[in-house]
């Protein structure tokens, strides 16, 4: 069975359609380097079962210029039959930590590893050394490759969450370049005041970000690598909603990290778009949940972490508190998106642990992984359905993953911006 070599989107292609069976092939992986030529070839994928956010229908799609369609284009480069396969939007993570923090050698294998997993779009919620050199090496942010934004230029307040954090991770030889006395004002930006915001503000603006990250942590979130319960641990909330005016200004939406009820209460208040975790302590007010759901605020679910950040004998009553939180935030209407809060990893554990606590039902928890998590991260592209002029991104996988969720770790066809994803160099 030679057939998947024709895969190659630098092969030569005939003139004339071809017609090429995928299921049962190999599951090929491309470094983004390779997959890059054809975005602009025209390719129909026939015989799929599209994931429409409840179920799976038949029907066929059509790329253009790396965009669905469903109407059948005068020329097709390439026909793609996916053979009855169950056809889902790539998958996302609105909330790691993986990249930017060593070299970027060291984050070539986790690049293999995201499209490897079908993780296609992912977001640093905190401090990386990325520069433009280092994204262009590892092929962000183009067909083909892995889609990244940043949520650099984090906000606390003076000793409070990341400090200590940061400071163990610098020992531990993260930040590679950077001093102890740097971390401040490079990894985070410690805010006291209004005045203070505004002198650091063109500081924090360089960072690029897509997001700004702001820390709010209250009395009564006591986790590992954070200060102590007692006092407060990240900003003052009352500058909250001066920080929330100044980033909406200039279109950059505010994604909190939050520990208790009460911060939520204070984010959601002060007008912030998403939370970087649900809270670790207490449990939300009903009106508040219905306030995040009017404003549309997202919500990332960072549940595995807390076998990290909790007390092994903490954690049965913490997993019932987090359920019990997200019940309440679905009932509200509020979205969900993937967030790993992982340092090495896909959201693939993530999702997993999610299934393992039955914090969501299958169908929804597909339509968060695939659907709303690209949509929370990118938020002015469209991305994340099959829909006319979205961008023609998909994962055909071999079984329905909603008879058998293990369908989501086999992967037979990966496509990203029209751009069939392969590995460059096998068997030839
Ligand atoms: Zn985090």
Same mark, same amino acid.
């Given at each position: 069975m030679n057939r998947s070599i024709h895969l190659y989107p630098n092969a030569v292609r005939p003139a004339v359609s071809r017609r090429e069976f995928l299921l049962g092939a190999a599951a090929f992986l491309s470094l983004p380097a390779h997959a890059m030529a054809a975005a602009s070839a025209t390719l129909a994928f026939e015989n799929g079962l599209w994931f429409d956010g409840e179920k799976f229908s038949p029907g066929t799609r059509f790329s253009v210029d790396g965009r669905f369609t469903h109407r059948r284009p005068a020329r097709v480069d390439r026909t793609l039959d996916l053979a009855g396969a169950c056809v889902v939007s790539p998958f996302a993570d609105a909330h790691n930590h993986g990249f930017g923090v060593k070299t970027a050698a060291d984050d070539r294998k986790l690049v293999t590893r995201h499209l490897a997993d079908g993780v296609f779009y992912t977001r640093m919620l905190g401090p990386t050394l990325m520069d433009e050199t280092w994204k262009d090496a590892l092929g962000l942010n183009r067909p083909g490759g892995l889609d990244m934004a940043f949520g650099d230029g984090m906000l606390t307040g003076i000793g409070g969450h990341p400090s200590q954090l940061q400071a163990m991770l610098l020992k531990q030889g993260l930040y590679p370049g950077l001093t102890a006395d740097q971390l401040?004002? @490079?990894t985070y930006f410690q805010i006291e005041s209004v005045a203070d915001l505004e002198a650091k503000w063109s500081k924090i603006r360089a960072k690029h970000g897509d997001i700004l990250k702001v820390v709010l942590q209250s009395p009564g979130g006591r986790t590992a690598f954070a200060p102590p319960a007692t006092k407060r641990a990240g900003l003052d909330p009352e500058l909250l909603p001066a920080i929330v005016r100044k980033a909406h200004q200039e279109n950059l939406p505010v994604a909190a990290h939050i520990a208790t009820a009460s911060d939520f209460r204070d984010a959601v208040g002060a007008g912030v778009d998403q939370l970087a975790h649900p809270p670790t302590f207490g449990m939300i007010d009903k009106a508040d949940a219905e306030l995040a759901a009017r404003h549309g605020v997202v919500v990332m679910t @960072? =549940? =595995?972490n807390l076998k990290i950040l909790l007390p092994p004998a903490d954690l049965p009553e913490a997993l019932d508190r987090l359920r019990a939180n997200y019940r309440l935030l679905q009932a509200a209407g509020v979205k969900f998106a993937i967030g790993s809060d992982n340092v090495s990893d896909t959201s693939i554990g993530e999702v997993a642990f999610l299934r393992e606590i039955k914090a969501f039902d299958d169908v929804h928890l597909l339509r968060i992984w695939s659907t709303d998590t690209p949509a929370a991260i990118f938020p002015k592209r469209r991305l994340g359905r099959f829909d006319d002029g979205y961008e023609a991104s998909l994962l055909a996988l071999d079984g329905d993953p909603l008879r058998d969720w293990s369908a989501t770790r086999r992967i037979r066809l990966r496509v990203k911006q029209g751009v069939v994803l392969e590995e460059p160099a096998r068997g030839a």
């Open positions: 401040d004002g @490079t @960072t =549940a =595995a």
